[in-house]
């Protein structure tokens, strides 16, 4: 069983920053995918970012965005650690959810299908005020 467990958020200005970490214990994997989703009331869950590692080294660190978060977030990880980090930039309140860490095992390009990883953290607000 894996526990994915985050920490992090709180109430930014816009313009603010703020840094959300995540940390997934357990069984290791040769390949693994750790991403960040995002759910404001109202809407469904959508994806932030991700970044994956294998083992074989042909896709070791890779990463991936939404339009909305490009040049703004960065997600950055240590994979001896199954460990992940956002960095987020000149927040606006439309950012205003609650984010989600998620963790698994994916194959192709799934990174950002939510019922494409297995495990789940309990979420952190994230609100940004106008």
């Known amino acids: 069983q894996v526990k994915v467990v985050e920490s992090g958020g709180g109430l930014v200005q816009t313009g603010g920053s703020l840094r959300l970490s995540c940390a997934a214990s357990?069984?290791?994997?040769?390949?693994?995918?750790m991403g960040w989703f995002r759910q404001a009331p109202g809407k469904e869950r959508e994806f932030v970012t991700a970044?994956?590692?294998?083992?074989?080294?042909?896709?070791?660190?890779?990463?991936y965005y939404a339009d909305s978060v490009k040049g703004r977030f960065t997600i950055s990880g240590d994979n001896a650690k199954n460990t992940v980090y956002l960095q987020m930039n000149s927040l606006k309140p439309e950012d205003t959810a609650v984010y989600y860490c998620?963790?698994?095992?994916?194959?192709?390009?799934?990174?950002?299908?939510?019922?494409?990883?297995?495990?789940w953290g309990q979420g952190t607000q994230v609100t940004v005020s106008s």
């Open positions: 970044i994956s590692w294998s083992n074989s080294r042909t896709s070791y660190g890779r990463t």
């Open positions: 998620a963790a698994g095992v994916l194959g192709g390009n799934y990174y950002a299908t939510s019922g494409a990883y297995s495990y």
């Open positions: 357990g069984r290791t994997f040769s390949s693994f995918t």
